[in-house]
């Protein structure tokens, strides 16, 4: 394919290196057929989505082998919350060099609208999916892949593509790092995001940021208000990581222009509120992440994964505190599939979250304290890194959820 004006080998779906977003209504039921054209094993993860991980489901230990074709459905509840989510591969092994190749899409739930005041229901929206890329004899590598190597970000797989807005005008922005291992930190100087959704969980209370922190897997909806005519760069700012550095790059260019309006009131208060601060505790747990760096191994509580153990089981209907450590000097995304979490404090700082959320940097050497209940489904799936070569390498780990 063409991407970024150059010819490149990829691995991708329907041909596209940004594949068709997916657009759905809580309650919906979704059948999507996956046919394997790849010379190797592969699966599908429906990230974020609070629905089964049974049968063909959302099942990530599924092996849809080359030449198979796999009928996956989705039957989503009638209270899945809106927002942005996104899919990708998920073979242990095989997800970071599958979706740094370009295997990964964007999902919207519609209805975060709802929540808005009604002169703001029917704004333009944009999404911003965020991929890089890296060219080796004319192929996006898929082996000894380094995430500290220069990169080519992209936004919808364009790069550098122009974003429209009105001088006072109030948009959707669908921020979503749909990559495998690099973080970004988003900036539109001069013009503040005001968040409605933190991984498709709505807020109770909008906040504003000049910046947001994306993490791979991290995705926030927000408003943003047009600023006077001209052009300003959407950037990503220098990050260190712990373990890679990231320098500034100019992602897209935000052209205000046309007659300008009155900026709207924006809201202050959103969607009902979830709490779990005085909920009754079940089960207290410590997670633990480790890593060897000689080996390039990753750990969980010391074990590297197997999909043939299970690590934690839980009761459906329970809630647990989890305190999440990071033993290492670099930062790790902490995500868990099926149920969303509370962050409750940062390094011993309580954290008064306005949202659940499926995705945390955990800070190096630092913790992590999480709530969750479990809710409607059994089965086992995983929590991990989403650093797709840390989570390959071993840090992830299997949770059951029984009745």
């Avoid at 699966?43 to 049968?55: A, C, D, E, I, T």
């Avoid at 997800?95 to 005041?117: H, N, R, T």
Wanted: hydrophobic letters at 35%.
């Amino acid at each position: 394919m063409e991407l970024a004006g150059q010819p490149i080998q990829a691995l991708v779906y329907n041909g596209e290196y940004m594949p068709p977003t997916i657009r759905i209504r809580p309650g919906d039921r979704l059948d999507l057929t996956l046919v394997n054209k790849l010379p190797e094993n592969t699966n599908l993860h429906v990230h974020g989505m609070h629905v089964s991980p049974q049968g063909n489901s959302d099942d990530v230990f599924l092996h849809i082998h080359p030449g198979e074709t796999f009928h996956y459905v989705y039957r989503f509840p009638n209270d899945l919350d809106p927002g942005t989510y996104w899919y990708h591969s998920h073979l242990h092994g095989l997800s970071e060099p599958q979706v740094f190749a370009g295997m990964s899409g964007a999902i919207i739930v519609d209805g975060l609208d709802q929540y808005l005041p009604h002169d703001l229901q029917h704004v333009t929206e944009h999404l911003i999916a965020l991929k890089d890329f890296q060219v080796r004899n004319g192929t996006i590598p898929t082996t000894s892949i380094d995430s500290n190597a220069p990169t080519t970000r992209t936004v919808n797989g364009q790069l550098d593509p122009t974003i429209h807005i009105r001088p006072g005008e109030t948009q959707v922005w669908r921020l979503a790092n749909i990559g495998a291992d690099i973080f970004y930190k988003v900036r539109l100087p001069g013009r503040p995001f005001h968040v409605l959704a933190e991984d498709a969980n709505p807020v109770s209370t909008v906040w504003s940021a000049d910046t947001l922190v994306l993490p791979p897997g991290k995705r926030y909806d927000v408003l943003v208000q047009g600023g006077p005519n001209g052009r300003n760069p959407l950037q990503t700012l220098a990050y260190n990581q712990g373990g890679d550095q990231y320098p500034q790059v100019d992602l897209a260019t935000v052209v205000s222009t046309g007659p300008a309006t009155t900026p709207a009131t924006l809201p202050t208060t959103f969607a009902p509120a979830e709490d779990l601060t005085h909920a009754m505790i079940d089960q207290h747990r410590t997670i633990v992440f480790s890593e060897d760096d000689a080996s390039n191994r990753f750990f969980i509580n010391g074990k590297q994964f197997d999909a043939d153990r299970v690590d934690v089981r839980s009761r459906l209907g329970s809630v647990e505190e989890w305190t999440v450590r990071n033993s290492t000097g670099e930062q790790h995304p902490f995500h868990i599939h099926v149920n969303d979490f509370q962050v409750m404090s940062v390094n011993g700082i309580p954290h008064h979250a306005v949202s659940p959320q499926d995705t945390v940097i955990l800070p190096a050497h630092g913790q992590v304290v999480i709530r969750m209940r479990f809710t409607d489904f059994t089965g086992k799936f995983v929590f991990h890194c989403h650093i797709l070569n840390h989570e390959d390498h071993g840090m992830m780990a299997t949770i059951e959820v029984v009745p």
